[in-house]
């Protein structure tokens, strides 16, 4: 064989018999259609390289998962504590609707559209501020109630007042003329800008006659005011930061503050602090973003009116006299008999004669004369009822009207300089919450022409309750000589129930309400010379039925009564058999009997109860004592008065 053969040959040796070797395969041979082909060894190395890249890829895909939930899990997290950078709408944050509208602070609260609104009972909602050619402007209602109270917008007859102690002062709507009393003087810019009946007063007119400063700003147009002087707390930022408009930091931000910036600090609300910026921003910050809390005092230099008034040099002890016709005055003699101590009294004679300004007029000199002779002053009651008029809406009708006031007040003031009178006492029981700002100017009118006249000025009130707060006693003790409140009527002949017409702290608590708000050496308190017999029937079914739906229906009984001076309420009980019973709680002798078809209850005005009001009024060191009224009282009730008040 040669060469080529040999190799070929040699390539083909045959396989010794019975050897296990097989042939090896020829590697581009076409395997056979699923036939395993691997063992051993490499077959075991391969299945481990799948093993290890499926792990691979298994610890891959969970890393992965984990970072999705990791960064889903941070990105739910920071959009549930992470700070916002959501930019509050300052429009509506301030309430600004029209191109014209000013936003207003006052004392670092932000006035809100709403808010003007219920001031100014309108239905819509007025703008707390303006902007007229350039000039800053205050809705009148914002004015009287959160700035000065004695700016008074008559929109009847379009005029401003603003009441001195001299006189008034004056402007008419659209006008950059007012008279100052009776002096004519101008401004650069109308005073009084008028949107319908809504009124606006230009902010320098009020900084004339109001203890305030202002500062205005842009974007958005607001005026900062402040009328309030005294302590306030204040502190400066450590650092950069935002005041947002509530306490968290998803809420929206108002402005952005620097370090050492001041600020006033309102409310502490944990981990936030209610602020107020220098700029009329009224937001929250974090507590740790502001430095140590100090007190600071702030104040103004501003000469405020002085109201100067007569001050008897004497305890008062006046009584009422119910003078209902013109033959009554006659009986002044008699009626002065038995008095003991009185310094002052006060006959019924003015009333409102109709709802054009116009009076009725019961006074008599001859009564004047013989009262100075018994060295007495005449103070002479003016009243919105028992003549004319007799209706809230009627009081509202007179009093919302400038002219008709003075109209009122030029007569009264005839009538008693005509009658040398010495003081008016002013007596109106019928007005309602929206006629209370007419009447305040009334009380400031009528004020100005009584020191003209060197006639004394007391206005009687209600103990002061809520619902009366519009008499605004606090006014009437600047403005006013004496504030009388009357300590009686705590039951009514309108009552649903029977009760005490004076307990005891019906009178204590009166008094000490009043304080808060009028100087002892002003105020005078009303007692009861009076008491009300009760008489009390369960209601029927017919009555009930008839009442459902009202207050009156919550009450199972039907009362009715009568007064009765102290002499004839002791002969009730007499005549009834029966004896009363001293009640210490409310510091009156108490009595009940059955007759008639139902039951009689008393809580006695006598001696022994005047004595017990007349401690509290000396306990409380006031100005003096009045009683309703002259005639119904016990003779011995004197002695009790000189005790405690002369």
Known sequence: MDKRERKRAGSKRAVPSGSTRRRRPDRNARRPANTMYESGPRKKSSRARRRRRNTIIRWTIFIVLIVVAAAAGGFLIWQRYGSSNEKADLKSYYGLEEENDLAVVINNEVVRREEAAEQSEQETSPAPGKIYDGQYYIEYSVVRDQINKRFYWDPNENVLLYTLPSGNVSAEAGSSTYTDITEAK?????????????AYIALPFIQKYTNMEYSVYEDPARAVITSEWGTIQSSELKRDTEVRRLGGVKSPILTEVKASDKVTVLEDENNWMKVATSDGFVGYV?????????????????????????SKDYTINMAWHNVTNSDANGYITETLSQTKGLTTIAPTWFSLADTEGNITSLADPDYVNYAHQSGLEVWAVLRDF????????ETYEVLSYTSKRAKIIDQVIAEAVRNKINGINLDFELVST???EHYIQFVRELSVRCRENNLVLSVDNYVPQPYNSHYDIGEQGKVADYVIIMGYDEHTDGSYTAGSVASIGYLENGITDALNSVSAE????????FTRLWFETPKTEEELAQEAGTEAASYPNKVTSQAYGMGDAAAVLENAGVQAEWDDNVKQNYAQWDADGGTYKIWLEDVQSLEEKLKVIRQNELAGVAE???????????????????
Do not use: Q
Request: a negative charge; proline letters at 4%; hydrophobic letters at 35%.
């Open 186 to 198: 101008s401004e650069d810019y109308i005073i009084l800008k008028t949107e319908g009946t809504i």
């Open 434 to 436: 929206e006629c209370g």
């Open 286 to 310: 974090k507590t740790r973003t502001l430095g140590d809390i100090k007190e600071e005092e702030i104040s103004r230099e501003f000469e405020e009116p002085v109201y100067t008034n007569i």
């Open 522 to 529: 002003k105020l005078i308190a009303g007692v009861p010379f």
């Open 628 to 646: 309703w009224s002259l005639g119904m009282e016990a003779p011995e009730a004197w002695d009790v008065i000189l005790r405690y008040i002369n």
């Open 386 to 393: 028992h003549g004319g008029i007799n209706s809230y809406d």
